[in-house]
């Protein structure tokens, strides 16, 4: 079974700063991990996954993260926040190769503050 | 190509009443998912379907049923309306051969039960 646990339900950083968005999973098999963006009153996208090849992600928008066996973590981050990332984002894991379904943590709301 | 696409985008149903929230995907996916959000509880699948004519359990399936007549849609019905209904669907559609599952998401439905 797998299950995803997303620390901290609202993340508040100033433009500019490092956005960190934290991202915990459970997997009883090699897991397939993803970031899903939200904006305002619109659906879900990509931001980018890990699929078993480079641990270090690089997504869209100037996302990256680091899928960390020893910590079961994939973490996400930015180096230099902007106005619009101000979003929701969720982590998600599939179990493994041919899996029909995702499990999603319950989100993370990004505030950039002027 | 539209993606995925949902019907209708806002709906308002008083407590009995009953409805088909319409999903269609043009890019040949197999599976086809539909979930819930509500604050604070992230996305639960409600349904899916891994093929024409097949469907199965989600994780909060209870008051919903689903059909999967065409390979590009994916009704989900609800037959007598709740208030604890009350939320935003979503509808999604993944590629099985990709075999990590990564989704693709419709705008979303709001719904309002009274």
């Known amino acids: 079974a797998q299950s995803v646990t997303q620390l901290g339900s609202h993340v508040s950083v100033s433009e500019g700063a490092l956005v960190l968005l934290r991202c915990n999973y459970s997997?009883?098999?090699?897991?397939?991990l993803f970031w899903y963006v939200q904006y305002p009153n619109q659906g879900l996208q990509l931001l980018l996954k890990?699929?078993?090849?480079?641990?270090l992600v690089k997504g869209i928008n100037g996302f990256e993260a680091e899928f960390k066996k020893s910590e079961t973590s994939f973490h996400l981050t930015k180096p230099s926040a902007h106005m619009s990332d101000a979003a929701e984002y969720f982590c998600?894991?599939?179990?493994?190769?041919?899996?029909?379904?995702?499990?999603f943590g319950q989100g993370t709301r990004l505030t950039i503050n002027p | 190509n539209a993606g995925v696409t949902q019907t209708p985008k806002f709906r308002v149903l008083k407590t009995g009443q009953s409805m088909t929230l319409l999903c269609a995907q043009d890019?040949?996916?197999?599976?086809m998912y539909w979930y819930r959000q509500d604050p604070g509880m992230g996305l639960r699948l409600i349904h899916y379907?891994?093929?024409?004519?097949?469907?199965a359990k989600g994780e909060v399936p209870d008051g919903y049923n689903v059909s999967r007549l065409k390979k590009q849609n994916f009704l989900l019905g609800l037959e007598s309306a709740a208030p604890s209904q009350t939320s935003v669907y979503f509808c999604?559609?993944?590629?099985?051969?990709?075999?990590?599952?990564?989704?693709?998401f419709g705008p979303g439905t709001r719904l309002t039960v009274l």
């Open positions: 999604a559609s993944s590629f099985y051969r990709v075999r990590n599952n990564e989704q693709f």
């Open positions: 997997s009883s098999v090699p897991p397939y």
């Open positions: 890990y699929t078993s090849a480079a641990t």
């Open positions: 998600a894991v599939s179990g493994g190769r041919g899996a029909q379904k995702l499990v």
């Open positions: 890019m040949n996916h197999e599976y």
């Open positions: 379907s891994v093929g024409e004519g097949t469907t």
